[in-house]
């Protein structure tokens, strides 16, 4: 089939109106960190299963390869085209309807490209909690997340998405469609084919609908925010954290010092709390004095705390409980010395203006220019010693790098990222100094036994380095589930599976 009875055959399928082949397609061609510039044949944006089913058989029958997209802001250059112009994106976009939320069985299922921030909301108006949150939250979709398995800042309490899924409907390679929406909390009848999709980057199927966990909303959420002396402390912290909320810790993430600066560099309006005097009197846990306290915003580095940490309290008894129980912890923490001061969130505002500093620094890093990413993790108690390690390692290998070490802590998953030296030319720096960066780090991060990518994936960024940290058995595990289920490599090609 030559290209335009292609596109004449995709265009009978979803309508001439969702087949883009003109005018700025930046949105759909560029991926969020602006690592890549791809250029489709085509964006198709089918609206229901069917059409997607269609969409893969045409395209299957064409030879041409398919690259799944929901909102694209993946990290990994995964959802957007090479730069062949031989590729279809098929935006899931259009497919976002929430199909049924089944209250006695606590679940919800909804459509692929359904925007996550929406779905969380359509769940609270029924009196539900839907738990996944991370930052892209208003533009990412379900099924991007899935596609990750993306983690977030609850997933301490709740797991990752993949804990939280329970059945999926998904087009096959061969435009098939598997209907797996059964809700089902128990099911041993063979492979748990969810989970081969789950995680898969849109290289194994096209997630199209899923059912997911739902919760009873707390009562409460308590958020405080924590000054401490050193990542060790974090640590211990986060013990006393388990200790005293249990169940109840729904957020635990560290943010280091020069993190924290770029969010008051390139957000001046928020306000970063523990101004001089504040921070430099250990005291009580403060109520109320966050985000709002104080006339100028500080960096806590002003006062000496490498390190400050949200914790997140979820409460089903009341808010007065879940106070006296964040006060207890924090008043141990603060007689152990893990903690230097405190403040507790006294109102939803002040605590969504804690969680957006947080949620801010990877806005502020790319504000700060093209920057290097390490989405790793290791066991909890390892990382100090990691971070001291890497720290030096790095700056005596590359003097004056800048390291923007923030994440979630209490999942032992660190974005250990790297932003080039303040006098350098980031773009050169990238270019000439991303390969030996990494190595080092993986390096470290394969002798602390931890993964290289705990949250965003591999994507085309991260596919070479899989070669050295994978087994080769795994290698070759997963290279047999890609032919299996996609023999002629139609569905997001090059990506994931070292070449
Ligand atoms: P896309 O970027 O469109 O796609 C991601 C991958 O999934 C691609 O390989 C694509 O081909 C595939 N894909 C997409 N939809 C489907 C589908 N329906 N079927 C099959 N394959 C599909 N990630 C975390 O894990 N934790 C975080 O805290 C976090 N925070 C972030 C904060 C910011 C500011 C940004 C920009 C990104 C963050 N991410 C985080 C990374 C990102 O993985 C998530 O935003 C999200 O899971 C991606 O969803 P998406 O819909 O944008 O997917
Ligand atoms: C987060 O936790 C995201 O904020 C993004 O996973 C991390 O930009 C990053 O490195
Ligand atoms: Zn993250």
Redesign the pocket.
Known sequence: MDKTAILQALRAIVGDAHVLTEGDLTAYEQD?RKRERGHALAVVRPATTPEVAAVVKCCAAAGVSI?????????VV??TPDASGTQVVLS?QRLNRLRVVDGANLTVTVE?GCILQTLQEACEAQGFLFPLS???EG???I???L??N????QVVRYGNTRELCLGLEVVTAQGEIWDGLTGLRKDNTGYDLRHLFIGS??TLG??TAATMKLYPMPATQLTALAAVPSLDAAVQLLGLAHKHLNAGLTGFEVMGDFALGLVRKHFPQQKVPFGGEAAAAPGRPKQGTAPTGGSEPHAVGSVGAPYCVVLENSDHESEDHARKQFERLLEAALEQGCVLDAVVAENIAQARALWHIRESI??AQAQEGLNIKHDISIAVSKIPAFVQEADAALQAAFPGVRLVNYGHLGDGNLHYNVQAPADADAEVFLTTQEGPINTLVYALVDQYRGSISA??GI?SLKRDKLAHHKSPVALAAMRAIKTALDPHNTL?PN?VLPA
Not at 150 to 153: D, H, K, L, V
């Open positions: 969020w690259v799944p997209q929901g909102g694209n802001t993946g990290m995964g959802s899931l692929a991370l930052a892209a533009s990412c979709t099924g991007g997340n596609a990750t993306a983690g977030g800042t980057e849109g096209i997630i990877p806005l949250e965003h994507g997001n990506r």
